[in-house]
């Protein structure tokens, strides 16, 4: 029976990631692409270190979803709007066989949300099994938000999303913030959310602070080529694309869930 459950969680993220890809393409990618024109001529011209593997560190670990490159780095990046293949050209990419593996750029983050959506169906999945607390079509889309508030929406508040040339702190220091605060974020939502007792309440609401009043990683140097408005745009563009993800991921899940009780 657990088997099922995962695999209905599979289903369920290959699904939404997916679905993601749809959001993605109408809203984040042209917002990566007219910050790119800021940058000295997008991707042919653009300096040492502004790549697209730059760009996709930055947008990746700070939007928190692409589940790929966090099974490869341990957690580095784990944001379904990070677009890892939004840099550069079309025609240029076309001309040089693709981004990544001879892949396009849309094949390329179709295939990065695949790998994010299946990761975090298997990991909805795995705490509602371990808490003993089920996921229905009833309270899907609860447990989607609760994984929105704990992956994306609260490490945003020290960490928001970034555009492509916004100034930033050591790529390690924030890896490791961001990490504490997603895990940290979690712990606090599931004591706030599934356990009794004003201590309870009371640690869980320590546990969602601690990293904020501990500090994000911040630039010294605050200065860009880039309008803080589009900035500021992408943000919200990033947040509402995740917080979809999440909401389809969890009623699709429940609604998997529901189908293999009945069946059983």
Known sequence: ?????LLAALVAGLFSGALMTVAQEARVIPLILHAEEYEGGGAETAPAGTGTETHLQTTQEHSALDLGAALSKVGSY???VSVAYAHGGAAHDEEEGGIMFGMS???GTLLANLVAGAGFGLL????????GNPITVANGALWGAA???AVHL???IGLPPELPGFPAADLAERQVWWLGTVALSAGGLYLLILKDGLGAKVAGMALIAAPHVYGAPQPTDLASD????LGAEFAVAALATTLFFWIVLGLSLGFANEKIAKAA
């Open 1 to 5: 029976m657990i088997v099922k459950y």
């Open 105 to 107: 750029r849309f094949s």
């Open 154 to 156: 609260l490490p945003a």
């Open 147 to 149: 994984g929105w508030l």
């Open 226 to 229: 880039v309008p803080a408005v």
């Open 78 to 80: 784990l944001s379904p």
């Open 124 to 131: 909805l999945a795995g705490v509602s099994l371990v808490t």
